[in-house]
Nanobody, 121 residues
Framework: HVQLVESGGGSAQVGGSLRLSCEVR????????YGWFRQSTGKQREGIAN???????TYADSVMGRFTLSRDTAKNRLFLQMNSLRPEDTAMYFC????????????????WGPGTQVTVS
């Protein structure tokens, strides 16, 4: 069983930055994918960045060049550095774990954190 807890959300001005953190507990799978998703009010959950066992990182077009995913294995944490924030980045942000290959579909992910709210205005 994998537990994920996000932190670091809050309010930011347009053009500002926030750094999200995801603490991971209980992951002993030999291969995996960690993903960051977000969901705005009235919209479907959107995959925005992921990293696989080989360290390959992929970004959605909507955040490419502005967001950076990183991982601290010693601290069992996943990070999402968000720069040049826009009003359309306002959403609940989730980190998720998949015991399979990376995919943009939320159905591919087995475990989810409760989310952290990001508001940009």
């Amino acid at each position: 069983h994998v537990q994920l807890v996000e932190s670091g959300g809050g309010s930011a001005q347009v053009g500002g930055s926030l750094r999200l953190s995801c603490e991971v507990r209980g992951s002993t799978y030999p291969s995996w994918c960690y993903g960051w998703f977000r969901q705005s009010t009235g919209k479907q959950r959107e995959g925005i960045a992921n990293i696989d066992t080989d360290g390959r990182i992929t970004y959605a077009d909507s955040v490419m060049g502005r967001f950076t995913l990183s991982r601290d294995t010693a601290k069992n944490r996943l990070f999402l550095q968000m720069n040049s924030l826009r009003p359309e980045d306002t959403a609940m942000y989730f980190c998720a774990f998949s015991s399979s290959n990376c995919a943009w579909s939320e159905d591919a992910f087995n475990y989810w954190g409760p989310g952290t709210q990001v508001t940009v205005s």
